[in-house]
């Protein structure tokens, strides 16, 4: 706890940040400004916040100093203040006034000198919207403070995603938004602002800050993932690892753990170094079994991570790796056949399969394996045709298992 | 302004203007008039109609009213100076001979009032164009005649012989006579005994003989009404704007109308109007009132028009908007006035005393149709109604007017000519209108006074406020509705404005407000007046109740308090009956969405225990009938009743389709009672299971999303077999790869080991891969009702195994191994074809309605030729499509499964 603050004190430093909020205001400082308006990364107790403490009477202060702005400046102390006593949910409430106000100021300065302290609120709203979340949550009330979050940065890309010189940071609220979708679960609502992004004319995508476009490709790489459409997954995913910054590994894994599934999809095995150096090792049993063309490592290292697996939504396109494993153990049985007998090479009958299978304990009849045959050649695992009245899968002469080359199956 | 004009009033402008110029010394002001002008012109008009008719003969002679139109000016000019002076000028006209021209000449000043108050009304609309209004003012002499030469009927429907200048000082008492009739109902309305009182000394003039004298006196008796409406606007657009010369100013009109009456020897019935109309209204605006008085009775003509000038200047913003407001409402006035003209009977001084009455009715939104009978009724009530209200009121009925004016019909003409030959003529002079207002206004007038009513607590309604409130009113099916859905916006409006959303709020995206019912519609609304005419008296009686006041109380209140949050204790005490029981629901509603962000506390807060119902119905077989209004008890069956009436469904022998009928009357039954335990589980997994086998997707996805909250809030059930269902249903049926996503993850480690599940997750495998011989296997050993929904998807796997096969196989495979793998022999794969006959032969119906290429080898086995096949495979289209999509609304189809 504080120590005791006079009153003078007190009002002395609520009064000397109030007039630093609104200096920077006037002089068009967005850096300070930004610096001023970040709550949430506040500690518990600040000078500030102490003083707000020790003179409860700080909104009428601040609306008699500067009347003009009050409507910013009052809930902004509102929200340091209830933030400082760890009453999350006040303070999102307080803070989102403050943001509307703002916002209003914002539409109203005709240059983009506060898109530092814009995108500050984005952020800021977003982490305080989760910190009064999960403070509903535990006292069993309904958490829809990231919701309300959610709406207003609708507002301001709203008031950012325009002709002109401000749009250079909408995308950085898209950022924000999709964060936001992607923990409420509501990515549908991702397409309306991609469609604003993607669609306008005239303004180049490469234009935009370079996190900003690393964090749009992250995150629409992984929509793509949810569409299984790997092809442009994989486009997108690879854009975000490749201009994201190398220092930051944290981001490299967060792409790559989308991205290596993605690639696993379209035959591209990833190295055991990349998956230790970014500690991706639940990858490693599937990289192997995709390998080998062991079923069972599959199914038993999925098992293992499902949960994982299902949280970041991964799963299904894993599970989709089971055909490549089959063809895989195919291409085994069509080697070793090759070295035995090189005239029958290229007849490999349904027994030796199942066989193989049986080994892997994988417990399946024949008609299964036949069919599982008959669907690899569907899909264009494998080239040539099967028998069944002899029960034997034919394999072309030229390039049986063609690889994927970037397809997925 | 010219778009707010509705259809009917642009329609009527033609005319107008014809007759205007026509008659008009200076046609000048017109053309710049948007069509909204016209409205007002129309306006006094319909009033017009009457009086010419009937007057014609009164004032036969041309010269009775030649010097009227000098005097009017004249008239205007002496009463510059004081008013006494005028007083006494009048009365002694009037004594000096009540049959000749003098009465009109000194009742002049008031008639100039009239002909002001046109003016007013006409440059008024002009008002954001300062030239205009000079014009106005520039061509005063002509000014007099202008508004009345633009009661457009003086031309259509006054004998063709009479002058123009004739019928426009016969327009100029009408006006009057009407305006003076809306007067009354402010009597009634603010005072209840006034009205009566005038409405007897109305009467007492028409069983007068003498025409020019009743004339006469009628006008002074007119002319006071007058300048108050004439003050009324300024008031409506100024009322911030108090004027201290006010007072003496009123004081001096109303003295001068009193004075002028008591001489004309009907001092008991004419004096008798004025007071009652005049102190009332001085009570409720004496301040205000002063502006405008002083145009007409203290300045000379010029003056006047300059001071109508400032008038306008200061009413611009406002008066704009009031005029908008007014226009449609005008429009929609028509066709009401129309029909009310075939049977308004005219001049009767009965019909006369009897408008007297119902003008306070029509104007007071409730009862349109009342006489006599319920003018004490109205007294008694009315007088709670606030005194803006009844202020407001007054413009409402010039502008019903215009619609009356257009469409008066030959038939009135006959009409009017068989009552010239035995009445006087003045007699009926305001009646036909008032009394079409009084009996046939109606809904419309409902309508529009209650946007009057709202206008008057802001006085810039949005358009789209407006258009939403007629959207409402529209919806509305009978009077009674309309009177409640009037109550409500009026509520609704009161809230925007005190929150100060009435600007910013998107009026045009606000959702309807639920058609109310109101209890006492049973009273007959049958095409018999007398019927109406009780209905409507109770309707009134009723609304105005101490009761009633109440319960309005009760709800501004709760609009007021929308911030703080004890809603509770005031919507159960509002809970007593049925009728409050939903009015409390509809302002619930409304105010749930209009209060988005306070909504979620709000309904925290609400008591919902307070609007459940519990049911009494004892019968246990009932029908599912969509709500549509809030739930009967007496048709709602408590819980008891509804466990047999579910243990009825489960052990019928019905059809499907009685059966979900019942299931969902029982899942409505719940609802409404909100009965949320294994009860209810019961019936939503009862229902689900039939809606699975009868394979009804739609119904079975309602049940399933029901069931998955109900398990979720801990009610027991058969979790797993659902949870199977569930994950069965979303990897098969929709395709959504995040839904299932999130369905797999939901499930528990417990749920994983269940049969079902596992079975369910061994189809996901299948279908994943391909692997249709796995999922007939799993097909066929499907536990629960998993095969149900698998069904559905049996087709399109057959076929895309067909497809993969027939790229894969060569040459040929045989149709009885098909048949097994895919699932057409009921046997397992090891099994032999026990009765795999039939089996075989619909396996080959199937392949041959696909394009299945089949051939005979040499050992007389029915073959597949697959790359034959791969070329020719499609899917045909099923068999039981219809048009709309859903096989199970054909008629034949149902009649077939319900017989």
Known sequence: ?409 | MASHAAGASAGSDAPHAEVVSMGQTNPSPYPPLASSHQAWSSVSGSATVSWNNQVDKPSQDTVYYDPQRDVSVAGGNQNVGVSASHAAQSSMGITDASHSQLPYSSSVPHGYNPVEYANYYYSYPQATNDSSVQQGANQHPGAAYQPLTSFQNSGSYIDPTSNTYYNAAGHQTVPGYGSSSYYYQNNTWNGGSSGNNYAQSYQNYSSSDTNALQSSTSMPANSVPYQQQYNQWPYYYDQSVPNASSNPVAGNSTTDTVAVNNPSGYSYPNSQPPPPGTTPWRSNSVASVAPPMQAPGVSGPQNQYTNQAQDHNSNQATGVQWSQNHYTYQAQAYPQKTMNLSHAPLSNPEDQQRTAAPIGPSSNTLSNHVSENFQPNLQGSMTTNASSESKIQIPTNPRIAPGFSMVIPKSEKKNLGADLSKKPAYVSVSVPTNDAQGTQVGPDAVMFCSLLRLGNIHRSIPFSLRNYTIRNLNRCKDDAQRTACTRIMEEIVRKAIADGTILTKNWDTEPLLPLPELGMTEASDSDKEQDLTKYYASATALANSPEEKKRREHRSKRFERSQDSSLKSRISSANKDAMANMHTRRAISSHLSRTYEEGTRAVEDMDWDALTIKGTCQEIEKGYLRLTSAPDPSVVRPEDVLEKALAMVETSQKNYFYKCDQLKSIRQDLTVQRIQNGLTVKVYETHARLAMQAGDLPEYNQCQSQLKRLYAEGIEGCYFEFSAYNLLCVMLHYNNKRDLLSSLASLSKEAKQDAAVKHALAVHAAVLSGNYVLFFKLYKKAPNLNSCLMDLYVERMRFEAMKCMSKSYRPTVPVEYVAQILGFLRTDSEGCTADGDDGLEECEKWLKAHGVVLSVDSSGELQIDMKASSATLYMPEPENAVAHGDATLAVDDFLARTS
């Open chain 1, 1 to 409: 706890m504080a120590a005791y603050l006079s009153m003078g004190e007190a009002h002395r430093r609520i009064g000397d940040y109030l007039s630093r909020v609104v200096n920077a205001i006037s002089s068009s400082d967005g850096a300070a400004l930004a610096s001023l308006i970040s709550v949430s990364s506040a500690p518990g107790s600040t000078p500030l916040s102490d003083a707000l403490a020790a003179f409860p009477d700080f909104p009428r202060l601040a609306g008699d100093r500067f009347p003009h702005l009050a409507d910013l400046l009052v809930p902004l102390l509102r929200s340091i203040h209830s933030h400082s006593l760890q009453r999350f949910s006040d303070a999102y409430s307080s803070f989102e006034k403050a943001a509307s106000a703002f916002l209003q100021e914002f539409r109203n300065w005709e240059t983009p000198w506060a898109m530092e302290a814009m995108h500050t609120v984005a952020l800021e709203i977003r982490l305080l919207a989760e910190k009064a979340d999960r403070e509903l949550a535990t006292t069993g009330k309904n958490p829809d403070k990231l919701q309300a979050a959610g709406s207003f940065l609708m507002k301001v890309f709203g008031a950012l995603a325009v002709k002109g010189p401000k749009r250079i940071g909408a995308l950085y609220v898209t950022c924000q938004l999709f964060k936001i979708y992607f923990r409420l679960g509501t990515v549908n609502l991702c397409r309306s602002v991609i469609r604003s992004i993607e669609t306008a004319r005239n303004f180049d995508f490469e234009d935009f800050p370079v996190k900003d476009k690393v964090t749009y490709m992250y995150y629409t790489g992984r929509l793509e993932v949810f569409n299984e459409n790997f092809l442009v997954a994989d486009q997108k995913l690879t854009y975000a690892l490749m201009h994201c910054n190398p220092q930051s590994e944290s981001n490299l894994r967060r792409i790559l753990k989308f991205l290596i599934p993605v690639k696993l999809s379209i035959g591209v095995l990833p190295k055991r170094t990349l998956l230790e150096r970014y500690n991706l090792l639940e990858y490693a049993d599937v990289v192997t079994s995709l390998k080998r063309g062991d079923l069972r490592l599959l199914r038993q290292a999925l098992d293992r991570h499902e949960d994982q697996f299902l949280k970041s939504g991964v799963y299904l396109v894993l599970e989709k790796l089971e055909l490549q494993v089959y063809q895989r153990l195919v291409k085994k049985i069509h080697i070793i056949q090759r070295q035995k007998e090189p005239a029958k090479a290229h007849q490999i009958k349904l027994d030796v399969v199942v066989k193989a299978l049986k080994w892997l304990e994988i417990d399946m009849d024949v008609d299964e394996v036949e069919c599982i045959m008959a669907c690899l050649i569907y899909k264009n695992l494998i080239k040539g045709y099967f028998a069944h009245k002899s029960k034997v899968l034919v394999l072309s002469k030229q390039d049986p298992f063609p690889k994927l080359n970037g397809k997925p199956v």
